[in-house]
């Protein structure tokens, strides 16, 4: 089952030409989660390949317009491609009265769908839910309310192992209750013990989006051992002071957290423009946490499945 | 002397991953003037190298999203890039109220520079002057409220043959009547023709831009004779059920409309991602009038200067 991330744009407030403002796309199975919504975003789901039909459910981290002003025209193609399926916003509760309001650049009342929107609560908890997710959104520090979201795939059940199995006629009831880790006693006094007729299915993956922010010591156990960290890493260390003034983290900063945490790989994005080539970034990243990569427009990282021991 | 136009959007509605929506740039003598600013205006600004700080004015045709959803970004853009210059907007009056709502996306109230809103009147009119150009809007026939407009340099002086004049100790009173196409009569009584003395400068140039609109007969006087057309064409002929529920033009209908007008060229863009190739698109406008051109992103056209005889 696919768990993969597709990253759309990586700039930060200033887009340029090649790196456009943020929006991350992670595929749960196939359903699409839609993170942040930058200007352009329908353009570059359009030019890879991501089916807007598949979108369900859009989680906005902060109202600033790099991470947002895309949602105007993405909510308007839906309309006009005859979306019916409802769409879920997760964001701060002012999205809701920009989009909302009489003087709304866009008109949702005459949309053919259903827009529901859920606004972030001021603590830490679950947004979200279903038979194979959940998503955690935590607040960041930032110059406005900002959100990071930690997306986790459930724990499959084991799988029982037939063979063995179908020697002992059990009922659907005792089938159930091995594959949730109980024990059976047979008609015949035997005791079937859970781990000796199931497998265990794959480790759960998980994704956690952390943008924009301040280097903040208090999501590292929020985010502990995710599969994938995406951070936003503006400055290089050299321009801290920027990055404080303007509540940014630094690539050296996003690798600590990525180390402290320690999460499997590390994605680091929201670049600041000023940097022409982002090899110092990442090698900055790297003396911190060797397994950091770049993000970049069409980037695809499958988060292969772990076996359970 | 520059006059040229840069396209940097084509699409209609729905962009695709190749077709931004519609944005243009007039470029008159280094002057910039931006006509409408669909999602992803910005980036395409910068990915054909246009300089942000040369844009002084902006003209949005109408409210539909795809002409006007990436004035967020770019507002935005100027404030963070230090803009000190005003910045004139020309647009229905409604995006004067989104942009200054307590709920706009954007807080315009903090920008560093000031915006000065010039709200279309509804009628055919001159909207902007300048030593250079003017600006005429005229309405449309849309869905909404939508408005075309025509950019004409304006006529200069002839220039004096210094030579001729050299002999005759003229005043600078009676050099600018010569220009200004007055005769002058010498001090013993010569009477001095302005066609000997002057040489007539290149014909001014002109540039109309069309679009979203039906077809429009009354268009034709308006766009007479410019050097260059822009006019939409959603459609072929053969979906003009459709061009006329939506209220788009066809590719021949925008023919038609060149060849009566008699324009020089005729640019046709604002296309249906229906359509993959855009060929039977020009083809089917050249049939009516041969000179025309597909727009796209990147395009730019030196409208070339002509001499006066």
Redesign the interface.
Known sequence: MIFSLTVLGVSS?????KR??TAHVLNVHGHLFLIDCG??T??QL??YKVKFSRINNIFISHLH??H???I??LL??FS??GRKNDLHIYAPK?LE??LL?E????DIQHFNYKIVFHSHKHELGQIYEDKKLTVEAFPLQHRIEAWGFVFREKQKQPNIIKEKIAQHNLSIVEIVKLKQGGDVLTADNQLLKHEDYTIPTAKPRSYAFCSDTVFLNRIIPIVKNVDLLYHEATFLHTEKKQAKLSQHTTAKEAGIIAQKADVKQLLIGHFSARYKSLDPLLQESQKEFPNTILAFGGLTIDVEQEKNK
């Open positions: 407030g200033l887009p340029t030409s456009f403002p200007e352009g329908q353009i359009r030019r317009g790099d947002f002003f895309g105007f025209g308007s193609s006009m491609l002012e009265k920009i309001s003087t709304s650049p866009i």
